[in-house]
């Protein structure tokens, strides 16, 4: 891979749409070698239910809304300005409890973590309910380990 800067104007990128709302991918692995970053919007109600990463690190910062997390066992209140780092092996759920959009930016590291977003963005659109076995083996490949489902 050759060193390019990656300039994303508003509007630029590729969007898919998970859970009714937009993911924008501002950087990934065919940009970098060390992480990947994106434009996370977050319907109320939504929560990725508890879950842990062997390998990946993950980051989030607040632009917009409020959403309530839980990482390594603690509650946090997540409002704009909010910046939290999650190491490998720290247990987290990322959700939206209150009644309005929440977004966010969001890094992964490595690079990768955007082909786990286009594949379940195809599953979910697939049937409804989505196919949990497909999700869950999707997981698995892409270094997420399901701890629970519970919304909060």
Same mark, same amino acid.
């Given at each position: 891979?050759?060193?390019?800067?990656?300039?994303?104007?508003?509007?630029?990128g590729?969007?898919?749409?998970?859970?009714?709302?937009p993911?924008r #991918?501002?950087?990934? *692995?065919?940009?970098?070698?060390?992480?990947?970053?994106?434009?996370w !919007?977050l319907? &109320? +109600?939504?929560?990725?239910?508890?879950h842990?990463?062997r390998?990946?690190?993950?980051t989030? #910062?607040?632009?917009? *809304?409020e959403?309530e997390?839980?990482?390594?066992?603690?509650?946090? !209140?997540?409002t &704009? +300005?909010?910046?939290?780092?999650?190491?490998p092996?720290?247990?987290?759920?990322?959700g939206?409890?209150?009644?309005?959009?929440?977004?966010?930016?969001?890094?992964?590291s490595?690079?990768?973590?955007?082909h786990?977003f286009?594949?379940?963005?195809?599953?979910?659109?697939?049937?409804?309910?989505?196919?949990?076995a497909?999700?869950a083996?999707?997981?698995?490949r892409y270094?997420?380990?399901q701890?629970?489902?519970?919304q909060?």
């Amino acid at each position: 891979m050759s060193a390019k800067a990656v300039v994303r104007m508003p509007g630029e990128g590729k969007e898919l749409s998970l859970a009714g709302k937009p993911l924008r #991918f501002l950087v990934a *692995g065919e940009d970098t070698r060390h992480t990947s970053m994106f434009d996370w !919007t977050l319907p &109320p +109600g939504f929560f990725t239910g508890r879950h842990v990463h062997r390998v990946q690190e993950e980051t989030f #910062f607040v632009l917009e *809304g409020e959403c309530e997390w839980e990482v390594g066992g603690r509650k946090i !209140t997540a409002t &704009p +300005g909010t910046y939290v780092f999650i190491p490998p092996g720290v247990p987290h759920n990322i959700g939206n409890a209150s009644g309005k959009t929440a977004r966010m930016i969001m890094t992964v590291s490595p690079p990768g973590h955007e082909h786990y977003f286009e594949e379940l963005a195809k599953l979910v659109a697939q049937s409804s309910p989505p196919d949990a076995a497909a999700i869950a083996e999707l997981r698995e490949r892409y270094d997420t380990t399901q701890i629970s489902n519970l919304q909060k």
